[in-house]
Nanobody
Framework: QVQLVESGGGLVQPGGSLRLSCAAS????????MGWYRQAPGKQRELVAT?????????NYADSVKGRFTISGDNAKNTVYLQMNNLKPEDTAVYYC???????????????WGQGTQVTVSS
């Protein structure tokens, strides 16, 4: 099994910043990628940003967060971060960490989710 522990959510005023962290642990042979998704009330879960674990780490962002959010990873700690700047009320959501891993050599890939952390942007 693989566990994801998220931290860093909270209440912030518009224009403020937050930094989310997510640490993966358990039976991990290799992490292929990690990322953040979010789900606002009444809406579907959507991609925020992803980063691969190979090389320099390729990143992908939702258009709505480009230029404001930055995803980064620490391969040695199996941890991914999401720096969120210039937050807007529409960024309010539960943010979920996701990882795509192999738990054995030449084995299949599996996807795991964290429990979610609330981010509220409000004055």
């Amino acid at each position: 099994q693989v566990q994801l522990v998220e931290s860093g959510g909270g209440l912030v005023q518009p224009g403020g910043s937050l930094r989310l962290s997510c640490a993966a642990s358990g039976s991990i042979f290799r992490i292929n990628a990690m990322g953040w998704y979010r789900q606002a009330p009444g809406k579907q879960r959507e991609l925020v940003a992803t980063i691969t674990s190979s090389g320099s780490g390729s990143t992908n962002y939702a258009d709505s967060v480009k230029g404001r959010f930055t995803i980064s990873g620490d391969n040695a700690k199996n941890t991914v971060y999401l720096q969120m700047n210039n937050l807007k009320p529409e960024d309010t959501a539960v943010y979920y960490c996701n990882t795509n891993v192999q738990i054995a050599h030449l084995g299949p890939n599996y996807s795991y989710w964290g429990q979610g952390t609330q981010v509220t942007v409000s004055s």
